[in-house]
């Protein structure tokens, strides 16, 4: 690794306060010094690298200027944090970041008060901050105290529906408030939308820059040599939708848009709004994501999340693939079925590479929609283009899906409309923790009328599933499958159609019986050759289907073994429930049948790998055999011998 970088002033600092006794020239140095430990840190553990270097100036200002932890400082999903970790006491940890016992790659409240607000998912920040506000004004408590709130939040995070709701009741209750809209023009993927056309808008004229410094309103506000230029500006840009006008229509005096990384207008502009200020404010920066690392600025995503990299050349050093990912088949089997059917269309939210439709996107661009972050509107425009005659997969990552749960009940499966919901990130997910895990959509799609819920075991089973969702007109249908790469099976050339509500048999055995639902059916395979050399052979099916469930392949396991143990990717009260539920309206405990299910444990689980993640769930393969040779009594057996 290279050496770490010379931060004489950053050595100094081991919380915000310390940024107070600083002059403004040392304030640039230390963003100078905290932009190379943030680019040194990331390049040993991986990490979201380009938001971070995008926010050094401002964090270093809102530091300096504001008074943390009282006043309560709101990263909007967190992805821009590691500098502001630095910053409050975690410095000797960042090289732990998104590792087992490590730090979070986002805010978490049990981590620092510092963090008073954790997210993971984006559009929060607002609300949280006006919340803060609220509980201030009446007489709250809470650690650290109550003070201002700040939310920063990017122009991605803005597009959402829930950022607005949050902006409308912010202005309407007329707390005092700061939100700073981090407009660095590149969200995960390029923002998309009118709200983003707007903001382009405001600072596309390059002769008005200084000019808009303040279009509109909150003139009093600002320092003396902003307001001759604020003057001017309101004659010039008369009738365009600019300065501020929409966030202004909410109630927020609106103040920029300002160079986010020059730190003589940040610090004056913070402090004089942080004096005066009486109502909401809204501050317009704009910044530019990955800013100061050659490698991340010149990156197409402006590394927006990274594995390890070597500093001086930027050269990410990524573990070489055995197989191809989940993602990259799903997106390529939806391009080949989209080529025979042009009712085809794709829908995503504001994640267009991570869910594979960027393959989709480049061949069928008409078809292929990016509907921001907005899952909720996505969901229902899906539903709508399925009553409309076309055939849309609507492919969200499972934890963003929860977003969207109400319109997934209300406007697609009340309606019985055929959306197809490709679900990635199914399961434990590494890295980025409890907030990205796809613990719940089993549980949350199965308990719906009428919806389909497929689990893919391997890479050749989700391309039958793509095909088999192309098919299906008969009402919704989903598939889930994990992030990650497959486990090397041979694709097939062509997706075949599976028989809804039909599993496959993989290993016949006796005693016990292993029903897998999803890609856990590596590992039972893993745990049957174990419990082969005890002299256990058990049977192996892949259920391929929650709902509707195989009946008559689980009644008939259920009636050849003596035990049957489920196993899935998912919380308590999905496949295994519904099988439990089957078996129980059968009557079939009555006679005797040992039924066990693994299923994720009751907790959230931390950040570590993914094989570690599943280890604190007892859900590998040494689990899996321990768990047949306890139902079977084997264990027992063995220690009374000894």
Request: net charge negative.
């Amino acid at each position: 690794m290279s050496a770490k970088p010379h931060t004489p002033l950053l050595d100094q600092v081991h919380l915000p306060e310390d940024l107070k006794r600083f002059s403004d020239s040392e304030l640039t140095q230390l963003a100078h010094e905290l932009r190379s430990e943030t680019i040194s840190a990331v390049s040993e553990t991986g990490g979201h690298l380009g938001a971070g270097l995008g926010v050094v100036e401002l964090t270093v200002a809102l530091h300096a200027v504001f008074d943390m932890p009282r006043d309560k400082l709101v990263w909007d999903v967190g992805h821009q944090c590691y500098p502001h970790k630095i910053l409050t006491g975690r410095r000797d940890r960042i090289r732990t970041l998104r590792t087992e016992g490590g730090l979070s790659g986002f805010t978490k409240r049990s981590e620092s008060v510092f963090d008073p607000f954790g997210a993971a998912h984006s559009s929060t920040s607002i609300s949280a901050a006006l919340g803060f506000a609220v509980a201030r004004d009446l007489g709250g408590q809470c650690d650290g105290g109550l003070g201002d709130a700040i939310a920063v939040i990017g122009d991605g995070s803005i597009t959402a529906g829930m950022a607005y709701e949050a902006m409308n009741n912010a202005g309407h209750l007329g707390k005092r408030m700061f939100v700073i809209l981090n407009d660095n023009d590149m969200s995960i993927a390029p923002p998309v939308g009118a709200m983003s056309e707007y903001l382009s808008r405001l600072y596309a004229g390059e002769p008005f820059q200084e000019l808009k410094s303040a279009a509109k309103g909150a003139v009093s506000l600002l320092p003396e040599p902003f307001r001759e230029g604020a003057k001017r500006a309101k004659d010039m840009l008369k009738g365009m939708a600019v300065g501020g006008t929409l966030f202004e229509q909410l109630g927020f005096s609106y103040v920029g848009p300002i160079d986010g990384h020059d730190m003589s207008q940040l610090l004056p502009l913070l402090r004089t709004l942080h004096q005066r200020a009486t109502g909401p404010v809204l501050l317009h920066v704009i910044t530019k994501k990955g800013k100061g690392y050659a490698p991340a600025e010149s990156a197409r995503d402006k590394g927006h999340a990274t594995a390890k990299f070597d500093v001086v050349t930027g050269k990410q050093h990524k573990a070489p693939s055995n197989a191809p990912s989940y993602t990259s088949v799903f997106g390529q089997a939806l391009v080949e079925a989209a080529a025979e059917d042009s009712r085809i269309c794709a829908v995503t939210a504001a994640m267009p590479d991570g869910t594979g439709l960027n393959l989709f996107a480049e061949r069928f661009p008409s078809r292929c929609f990016d509907v921001a972050i907005a899952e909720q509107h996505g969901v229902t425009f899906s539903a709508a283009l399925a009553a409309g005659g076309m055939k849309p997969f609507c492919a969200i990552y499972s934890t963003f899906l929860q977003r969207g749960y109400d319109q997934v009940v209300h406007d697609v499966a009340i309606q019985r409309l055929p959306v197809r919901f490709a679900i990635d990130r199914a399961g434990l997910v590494g890295a980025d923790g409890a907030t990205h895990a796809g613990s719940f959509d089993i549980a949350f799609m199965a308990n719906l009328p009428g919806m389909v819920v497929m689990a893919a075991a391997d890479e050749a089973e989700l391309k039958h599933m793509v095909a088999t969702a192309a098919a299906y007109d008969d009402g919704p249908i989903a598939f889930r499958y994990p992030r990650g790469e497959g486990v090397g099976v041979e694709l097939p050339e062509k997706g075949e159609l599976l028989e809804i509500g039909k599993g496959r048999m993989v290993q016949d055995g006796s005693r016990v019986a292993l029903l897998s639902f999803g890609t856990r059916l590596d590992e039972v395979r893993k745990a049957a050759e174990a419990l082969a050399a005890k002299g256990i052979t058990p049977t192996i099916a892949d259920a391929r289907f929650a709902k509707p469930l195989d009946m008559e392949m689980i009644l008939d396991l259920a009636a050849n073994h003596e035990a049957l143990i489920t196993i899935e990717e998912g919380a308590v009260g999905g496949f295994g429930s519904h099988v439990a539920q089957l078996l129980a309206e059968e009557g079939v405990f009555d006679s005797g049948l040992k039924y066990r299910s693994m299923v994720l444990p009751d907790t959230f689980i931390d950040q570590a790998s993914p094989k570690t993640m599943y280890d604190v769930a007892a859900m590998n393969a040494e689990h899996i055999e321990a768990k047949v040779l306890d139902v079977l009594g084997v264990a027992s057996l063995d220690s009374k011998r000894a």
